[in-house]
């Protein structure tokens, strides 16, 4: 077991304490204002005891063997504890405490963070399994970071969904990359005046040869603007400038200066200290979208990694205006019906924080018109319904696909089943008849 060992009577010590008294507290004694806790699933033939503990130690001041380097300060202000426990003799749920003294959250913010909630954890080798579930983090923690600038009420502000607060329509440009600026100013008019009130680029475009950050940027938002013109609706943007810090910067720069009404970012790929540094640093006033691409590498293990739960806490504290979070049904989504774990994380994403704006969730990945219903239930009323082939590949093109996606959500907010509505709507009823619908266990 990582730790260190109860020493033998044989040698006693003015800083000999009990392993079970070092790394234990009882759960009435773990102030949630002073300390950052974390959740865990964990398997292990130790059980949950002895695995709780090691993860304790590991995490915070301990090592494999016995020390003389440790002080009577070290021991009782830094130790880590195990409050509770939840399971059988060798799997189960256990909560820690970590003491804000532990952690240099002033310099190295969450990079120092992760670095012990989530750190040599799932490496220990007497620990089949662990799961990171769920972060605590407390007030003063949470008012270090901006949050979002923007939230769920100014993004509707924007796209002028602040009555009727319907969900809102979003696509990503298909295929994916391979079309120049002109090519995707074109799919970009076409979505907009068919109905989306979102826009994104897909996570793998940013800068290519091909297709130019500047001039896709200056071609759409003239398109847009032709949009807003003719229909005087407002279409949100979102460019990808992920990239390395200092071209991140730039790249937002130019298009911003192009017109750019959305920045999106890939915030798995970066990595969490360069978000952090990146929004900490930067407000360019524009609601900003994170895509969690490359998350599942670590996510969709349910008995091992890190829950989706954790990296939405961390991307609302940073400042995220727009999330995807995973969809209640499409190739990214379950299809028994909305997870627990999904559940959490709309209520989070959306509930009160220590006054932080709430975040757009967005759901995304293999969607159409068939979905919305389903999405529908699964997120309410405030959520971006995502569809890159669901809009593009509708046999009529581009605007019948977005025209049907918005023709299925006004058919869900006027509380009419999508069959039934699409008698009078043809795009929705060719889209129907192409694709079905799909219903979650229980519909």
Known sequence: MSGPNPKSDSKPDKYDIRIDDLFMAPPGSVDPEECITAKYYVESPMGLKAAGIAIATEESIGTWTEISTTNEWI???????????????????????????????????????????????????????????????????????????????????????????RPHVGTIVKPKVGLDPDQ????????????????????????????????????????????????????LFAVNVTASPANMVRMAETAIDNGCNCLMLDMVILGFPTVEWFLKEHDFKVPIHMHRAMHAAFTRNPRHGIAMLPLAKIARMLGCDQLHTGSGAGKMGGGEG????????????????????????VASGGIHPGFVPANFRAFGKDFVINAGGGIHGHPLGTRAGATAMRQAIDACMLGIGIDEYSKDHKELAIAIQHWGEKKLKGD
């Open 75 to 165: 021991q009782s202000k830094l130790p880590a504890k195990l409050y509770r426990m939840e399971g059988d003799a060798e799997s189960g749920i256990i909560y820690i405490a970590y003491p804000l003294a532990l952690f240099d959250v002033e310099t190295s913010g969450i990079a120092n963070i992760l670095s012990m909630v989530a750190g040599n954890l799932f490496g220990l080798s007497a620990i089949k399994n662990v799961r990171l579930l769920d972060v605590g983090f407390p007030k003063a923690v949470v008012d270090m970071y901006p949050g979002p600038r923007i939230g769920i009420d100014g993004v509707r502000m924007i796209v002028g969904t602040t009555k009727d607060r």
């Open 184 to 235: 995707t100013a074109k799919v970009c008019y076409e979505a907009a005046i068919g109905g989306v009130d979102f826009i994104k680029d897909d996570e793998t475009l940013v800068n290519q040869a091909f297709c130019p950050l500047e001039s896709r940027v200056s071609k759409v938002m003239a398109a847009l603007d032709r949009v807003k013109s003719e229909t005087g609706r407002q279409v």
């Open 338 to 361: 909305i997870s627990l774990e999904l559940q959490e994380i709309l209520a989070f994403l959306k509930g009160s924080w220590y006054g932080k704006k709430p975040t757009l969730p």
